[in-house]
């Protein structure tokens, strides 16, 4: 099995910073992209960030210039710098990663629990 777990969520005040990190552990042959999601109240679930293997990054439109992914292999770890933090990237941050168990197995999409970053005005 695989466990995915985040942390570095919490209450920061506007212009402050934060760092996610995800971490995965288990039965890992390789992680391919590894990303990172989040969720408003009453909102639909949106990409914030990926980064491949390779680490070739993307992040929306909404946080570019202020948001930064990157990871470490050897430590199967997912980051997101989050620097300048406005009330409206409060939500419910999740990290994604594809995940293959073997050589020969399938890619497998595993999700971190959430974690809650709230940044008041």
């Known amino acids: 099995q695989v466990q995915v777990v985040e942390s570095g969520g919490g209450l920061v005040q506007a212009g402050g910073s934060l760092r996610l990190s995800c971490a995965a552990s288990g039965i890992i042959f390789s992680i391919s992209a590894m990303s990172w999601h989040r969720q408003a109240p009453g909102k639909q679930r949106e990409l914030v960030a990926v980064i491949t293997t390779g680490g070739t990054t993307n992040v929306a439109d909404s946080v570019k210039g202020r948001f930064t992914v990157s990871r470490d292999n050897a430590k199967n770890t997912v980051y997101l710098q989050m620097n300048s933090l406005k009330p409206e990237d409060t939500a419910v941050y999740y990290c994604?990663?594809?995940?293959?168990?073997?050589?020969?197995?399938?890619?497998?999409?595993?999700w971190g629990q959430g974690i809650q970053v709230t940044v008041s005005s």
């Open positions: 994604q990663l594809n995940v293959k168990k073997s050589s020969a197995g399938a890619l497998l999409a595993y």
